[in-house]
């Protein structure tokens, strides 16, 4: 099945790692992870022209996780392989779903690789990594100031405790990076962790509409989500009560891909329709949002960041 919309490229920066998988009682698991390359994965896998400029090592490791991307259709951008960087970024995920990370700063950015000037309809930015360290910071925001008058942008803040020191020194880049994003995609977990547990979810996604985006999302696990737009519409959207769940790793960057793959099909990709999406009506945020739970469901009922193709759609 072919994907609806108009041509061109969703390009993704971020990492790509391993993520090691501990489920109690079991060996470790390495699958490819990283919450970029999830996300380019899922937009792949639904026959969109993902590209992800990130950096990968030569090692097998490093190997593994580019054939497991290519092989779904993912194009990395060329520069991304690390010749001289002989171990992979790797993220040890307990069953507590904290991370904890093992990650040579020398991986830090300067991304991206892509040649300035590049175009993409929709750009995609959801690695704490690359939003956090500096330099990393400073060349996403450059990224997303240069791609404003071409590209949707979407990001997903991903807190990161262990790499984004206090929730008040992310609060303030994750607003910033915000305020020049047209689509936010976070967790109850994550805004929790970035606004304190009395935190009040809607007033959160509020105040992201007031810095300037036009659609906010939180996901909720087996509660489902809950959007808000610029255009003053609230929806919520319960997850399948039925899921059978093997493993929720890579859910909410599957959930991400289907916002994006929806925008799409929607013709709500570039910023010549900016204000196209501050104008959505309920119907297509409806239509947005529940393709994307029906993709994070499919996701958390197998193991691993293993989003459907667009033929495995009910
Ligand atoms: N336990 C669950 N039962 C059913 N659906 C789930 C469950 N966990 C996640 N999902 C689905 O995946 C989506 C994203 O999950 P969530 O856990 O909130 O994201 P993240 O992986 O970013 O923490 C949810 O909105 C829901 O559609
Ligand atoms: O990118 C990371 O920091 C961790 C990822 O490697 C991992 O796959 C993950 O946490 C996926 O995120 P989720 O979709 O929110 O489960």
Redesign the pocket.
Same mark, same amino acid.
């Given at each position: 099945m072919s994907a609806p919309g108009r041509p061109g490229t969703a390009l993704v920066i971020g990492e790509a790692l391993v993520d090691v998988v501990i489920h109690p009682g079991a060996e470790p698991v390495d699958i490819p992870g990283g919450s970029p390359a999830n996300v380019a994965l899922g937009l792949a896998r639904l026959g969109r022209d993902a590209e992800l400029d990130c950096w990968i090592a030569t090692d097998p490791r490093g190997r593994a996780i580019r054939s497991h991307l290519e092989a779904s259709g993912v194009r990395l951008t060329p520069g991304a392989d690390a010749a001289e960087r002989t171990s992979t970024a790797q993220a040890t995920i307990g069953a507590d779903r904290a991370a904890t990370y093992v990650f040579d700063l020398d991986w830090n950015p300067p991304y991206p690789h892509r040649p300035e000037g590049a175009e993409a309809p929709l750009l995609v930015h959801t690695g704490s990594i690359a939003a956090i360290l500096e330099p990393g910071r400073a060349t996403v925001e450059q990224v997303l100031r240069d791609h404003r008058e071409t590209s949707t942008i979407c990001y997903d803040p991903n807190a990161r405790p262990q790499l984004m020191g206090s929730p008040e020194q992310a609060r303030e880049i994750v607003e910033g990076l915000i305020a020049l994003t047209d689509l936010v995609k976070c967790?109850?977990?994550d805004i929790t962790w970035l606004y304190g547990a009395d935190a009040d979810l809607e007033s959160v996604l509020r105040d992201w509409l007031g810095l300037g985006a036009a659609v906010v999302v939180v996901?909720?696990?087996?509660k489902?989500?809950l959007a808000l737009t610029s255009s003053g519409l609230r929806l919520e959207v319960p &997850? %399948?009560p039925d $899921?059978v769940?093997a493993d929720?790793v890579g859910?909410?960057d599957s959930?991400m891909g289907g916002l994006e793959d929806a925008l799409w099909s929607e013709d709500l990709v570039g910023a010549d329709r900016r204000e196209a999406l501050h104008a959505l009506d309920a119907a297509a945020l409806e239509r947005i949002v529940r393709h994307a739970?029906a993709i &994070? %469901?499919i996701t $958390?009922s197998r193991a691993g960041a293993n989003p459907p193709t667009r033929d495995e759609l009910p």
């Open positions: 967790s109850d977990e996901t909720r696990g087996k489902g989500a &997850a %399948d $899921v769940v929720t859910a909410g959930f739970a &994070a %469901d $958390v």
